[in-house]
């Protein structure tokens, strides 16, 4: 009896098997996996490569007079704080009264290989900013740095104080003394020379292996397995396509700039000491007057904690504020916590600055 029993229980735990199989090769006809920058927007300005993009408000009463210029890392794209409707940070901050404009960089070629740092920061950046303080008649706008977009932000405004009313700091390295976290620690012995002489602008499939390689296991191999539970789901499906899109959209990088990030932060960690000159220009962190919002992940993987922790300590502004929650680098933007205490802490940040 037992004996029938078990092979009853097979034969059902078979069949069970072979409808959740039908149903996951259902669900992956159907998945877009393309759920990413729904938030409506439009084209403001563009330039080379890059594009300004202007969020519409979602606000209509108490929405922030000074305009908030989000600037991201040159790696991956900014698609990652959009990524759904249900878990858009930029959705979030709009929600919160922001008036949002983005920065995309776009994607590098050949022509582009001997930009550099100035390039960025006080060329792009600069006309973006000088374009939205046109529009609104203004001197001041909010500066968002994400990442290596919140380096260059820091840099922005201690080369530009009067041009940004607020500055918030989002993952954002400075100071890469720390040997925390494999990528702080290759850093150091990159060679980045050889690398731009042998590629001309470094290949982005070349630089998200090695963001891989920090958490092999968990990034290389436990998500796909754990992924054969909700195969047959297909919102857990289109989520997960959404943001392996995400990782793997990997710009190149136009190489004297990462030829100077690299040698000028990594190898010599010049931003901190005081060493480190845009087009000629000392960038001094005393220069930074103007409120200081420094947000990082307890969990943070890419960029450690004392690489983010310490910017507070380098600036002059009298009003910083640093603020810690425990998630990871992109959990930051997309968890849960973020849709509930991430957006909102920020947005009233900044309500509570726009006089």
Not at 41 to 68: F, S, W
Not at 119 to 143: A, P, S
Not at 233 to 244: A, H, K, P, R, V
Not at 257 to 276: Q, S
Request: proline fraction near 4%; glycine fraction near 8%.
């Amino acid at each position: 009896m037992n004996q029938f029993l078990d092979i009853k229980k097979s034969f059902e735990e078979g069949m069970e098997a072979q409808k959740k199989m039908l149903k996951s090769l259902e669900t992956m006809v159907n998945i877009k996996g393309d759920g990413s920058n729904r938030t409506e927007r439009e084209i403001v300005y563009q330039e080379d490569k890059l594009t300004l993009y202007h969020y519409t408000k979602r606000v209509k009463r108490g929405a922030n007079k000074v305009p908030t210029l989000i600037v991201y890392a040159l790696v991956n794209t900014p698609a990652m704080m959009d990524l759904q409707e249900d878990k858009s940070f930029i959705k979030n901050l709009l929600d919160e009264g922001a008036d949002l404009y983005l920065i995309e960089w776009g994607y590098p070629t050949p022509d582009d290989r001997y930009l550099g740092l100035e390039d960025y920061i006080q060329g792009y950046i600069d006309n973006c900013v000088d374009f939205i303080c046109k529009e609104h008649k203004t001197d001041k706008i909010n500066l968002l740095g994400v990442c290596q977009g919140g380096t260059f932000s820091v840099m922005y405004a201690a080369l530009n104080p009067k041009k940004v009313k607020n500055l918030i700091t989002m993952v954002t390295p400075v100071d890469f003394s720390t040997d925390d976290g494999l990528l702080f620690k290759w850093g150091k012995y990159l060679n980045a020379d050889k690398m731009v002489e042998a590629y001309g602008n470094l290949p982005g499939d070349f630089l998200n292996t090695g963001f891989l390689t920090l958490k092999p296991i968990s990034l290389v191999i436990n998500k796909y397995l754990d992924l054969i539970d909700d195969l047959d789901s297909e919102s857990s499906m289109d989520n997960f396509l959404t943001m392996e899109k995400w990782i793997f959209d990997s710009p190149n990088q136009a190489g004297r700039a990462f030829k100077e990030f690299i040698n000028g932060m990594y190898k010599e960690n010049k931003l901190i000491k005081g060493e480190m000159e845009i087009g000629g220009e000392k960038v001094d962190l005393k220069n930074i007057n103007m409120p200081l919002l420094n947000v990082y992940a307890e969990r943070d993987h890419q960029v450690p904690n004392a690489a983010s922790k310490p910017l507070e300590d380098y600036v002059s502004s009298l009003d910083t504020t640093t603020k810690c929650y425990p998630t990871g680098h992109i959990g930051l933007f997309v968890s849960g916590r973020s849709q509930r205490e991430v957006a909102p802490f920020i947005g009233k940040w900044l309500k509570d600055h726009d006089k």
